[in-house]
Each structure stands twice: as structure tokens, then as C-alpha cells.
């Protein structure tokens, strides 16, 4: 049978869970939406983009990448490497190779008067922020008040240990 080799075009369903065993991400249609983090339209109906609500901002169905381009992450192509369709693998990432270690200083406090005046920031808000070259910087609203916003720019998972559940669907 076919092992996966690096340049070859898979197709994997997975499931990524936290150590609690929350699901933030998973290709398999089945799988169960966390409804307290997920958008209005709910994962069902293909309208949640939310990373952290467990249909993962893509819709259901098995992922085809090419394999070696690093498309997830680097310990999830090394796993798949040498697999043969239907076979399965658990991968743990540590956080620091996941999403990144939680950083203190990617929170910041912005006086409101550097803001523009049409944006009403609410906690929980998820927004882009630019600066004057453009650069954009993908944030959550932490506190308001009447003078400042206080903004967190890390991921939403940044600190969590991952586990990714792999199966290879097939190789083309």
C-alpha cells in the first residue's frame, strides 16, 4: 500500500481538542459545535467562521494539501509522512510549537481619543487594528472605559497544548 511522502497531495480528516478535551477544530461533519463560542449562525449551517467554536471557520469535510508546505503545522506534516490511507495518529504539540506560549505584553491599553471616533469597542469584540503602514493586527476588546480600550493581540489559543486526531483519507 502507498505510504504519504513530502510533495504528495493528501486529503486527512482530523479533530484538534485542547487538553480539557474541547474541541476547536475538526474537518469530520459530525462533529460537535461548542455553542458557547460560536457565531450566531452556528456550525451546522456553515456560517460559523469563529477559530475557537470547534467547526474550526472552515466547512466540514476532509482537508487535501500538499504535504510537506507545512499547511497546519510542521509536527502534523512529519506525522502523516510514511502513513497509508486509513491509517490514524495522535499528535501533541506543545504550546509554544501550536499557537504560541501566552505573552503578557501582547496586551495594551489604547487611549480612546487614538481611536475613530465611529468605533464603540464592547469586551469580547474581535477586531483588526492598523497602524499608519498598514500593518494589521487581529485583536480582542479586554476592558473599555470612558478614556481607554484595552486590547489583547494574543491567539485565542496561545498558551493551550494541542492534540490533533489524523487520519489519512488518501493520497493523489
Given at each position: 500500500?502507498?505510504?504519504?511522502?513530502?510533495g504528495?497531495?493528501?486529503?486527512?480528516?482530523?479533530?484538534g481538542?485542547?487538553?480539557d478535551?474541547t474541541?476547536?477544530?475538526?474537518?469530520f461533519?459530525?462533529a460537535?459545535?461548542?455553542?458557547?463560542?460560536?457565531?450566531?449562525?452556528?456550525?451546522?449551517?456553515g456560517?460559523?467562521?469563529?477559530?475557537?467554536?470547534?467547526?474550526?471557520?472552515?466547512?466540514?469535510?476532509?482537508?487535501?494539501?500538499?504535504?510537506?508546505?507545512?499547511?497546519?503545522?510542521?509536527?502534523?506534516?512529519?506525522?502523516?509522512?510514511?502513513?497509508?490511507?486509513g491509517?490514524?495518529?495522535?499528535?501533541?504539540?506543545?504550546?509554544?510549537n501550536?499557537?504560541?506560549?501566552?505573552?503578557?505584553?501582547?496586551?495594551?491599553?489604547?487611549?480612546?481619543?487614538?481611536?475613530?471616533?465611529?468605533?464603540i469597542?464592547?469586551?469580547?469584540?474581535?477586531?483588526?487594528?492598523?497602524?499608519?503602514d498598514?500593518?494589521e493586527?487581529?485583536?480582542?476588546?479586554?476592558?473599555?472605559?470612558d478614556?481607554?480600550?484595552?486590547?489583547?493581540a494574543?491567539?485565542?489559543?496561545?498558551?493551550?497544548?494541542v492534540?490533533?486526531?489524523?487520519?489519512l483519507?488518501?493520497?493523489?
Open positions: 500500500m502507498a505510504q504519504a511522502e513530502k504528495n497531495t493528501v486529503t486527512i480528516n482530523f479533530t481538542t485542547l487538553e478535551g474541541v476547536f477544530d475538526s474537518t461533519e459530525d460537535e459545535c461548542n455553542e458557547d463560542e460560536c457565531c450566531d449562525d452556528g456550525c451546522d449551517d456560517g460559523c467562521d469563529d477559530e475557537g467554536c470547534g467547526c474550526g471557520g472552515h466547512e466540514s469535510g476532509p482537508m487535501t494539501f500538499v504535504l510537506g508546505e507545512e499547511i497546519l503545522f510542521p509536527e502534523i506534516d512529519a506525522a502523516i509522512v510514511g502513513m497509508s490511507p491509517e490514524k495518529k495522535t499528535v501533541k504539540i506543545a504550546a509554544a501550536a499557537f504560541g506560549e501566552f505573552d503578557k505584553e501582547k496586551i495594551f491599553t489604547v487611549p480612546r481619543s487614538d481611536l475613530p471616533e465611529d468605533l469597542p464592547e469586551v469580547g469584540d474581535e477586531l483588526s487594528l492598523s497602524n499608519e498598514d500593518e493586527l487581529e485583536v480582542v476588546v479586554l476592558e473599555t472605559t478614556e481607554q480600550v484595552t486590547f489583547d494574543n491567539h485565542p489559543l496561545a498558551g493551550e497544548d492534540t490533533f486526531e489524523i487520519e483519507v488518501s493520497i493523489q
